[in-house]
């Protein structure tokens, strides 16, 4: 694995008095706690309406328990559920760059994407498609300037994933490999998710 949700342990164990292999709990619910807060922070961004519209988004994730509590629960996908922050994270900073261009939502979005990548790959490449398109889609900015925020936004992550790969091709084979996690089959989702959602 990438070693970022492992750093993150250490770093954490030492800011409180332990060591890296007791802290690594309090960076899974640090972890889970902002993702939590972010969903409903781009529930809130997106949602027209009411206030209980984007309070249900982040319940709605208590729902398939099988991807939310049992990744780190039952089968210890510890980087992937430390990831999934900076995903959700670079997510929210799409929306925020959709409502209003800045370069603090590129810079979130650049900072988020290069931890997730360090953190667990696999998860860097859909928010990259993500503010692709919301670029693209971009009526009331010009070419340039999206090109420009786009390669703001990007470039670090390039820069990081050239760096980490550079002498470890051979391990990304590790995408290949298959893992003891549940299918997202219609049985897992449940149905009060499906309809909630």
């Known amino acids: 694995y990438t070693p970022g949700a492992h750093l993150l342990a ?5 800011w409180t008095g332990t060591d890296g292999f007791h802290a690594i709990y309090g960076v899974l619910v640090v972890s889970v706690a902002l993702k939590v807060g972010l969903i409903f922070l781009i529930a809130r961004r997106s949602v027209d309406g009411p206030l209980p519209f984007a309070i249900l988004a982040p319940v709605l994730l208590l ?10 629960t039952r089968y210890s996908y510890v980087p992937q559920v430390v990831s999934e922050w900076f995903a959700v994270s ?3 900073a799409v929306a ?18 290069a931890a997730g990548f360090l953190t667990w790959p ?17 009526r009331d900015v010009d070419v340039r300037t999206r090109t420009r925020s786009f390669a703001i936004a990007t470039v670090p992550l390039a820069i990081v994933a050239a760096v980490h790969v550079s002498g470890r ?4 084979r590790i995408v290949q490999t298959s893992a003891d996690m549940a ?4 049985i897992v989702f449940s149905w009060p998710f499906l309809v909630l959602a």
């Open 169 to 172: 091709l051979a391990r990304t």
């Open 183 to 186: 299918l997202p089959t219609w």
């Open 96 to 113: 925020a760059w959709n409502d209003r261009p800045s370069l603090q939502a590129l810079a979130i979005f650049a900072v988020s994407e």
């Open 90 to 92: 670079a997510w929210w």
């Open 10 to 14: 250490s770093l954490f164990g030492q």
């Open 122 to 138: 696999v998860f860097a490449g859909p928010p990259v498609v993500a503010l692709a398109i919301t670029m693209a889609l971009a």
């Open 63 to 72: 729902l398939p328990r099988a991807f939310f509590f049992e990744s780190f």
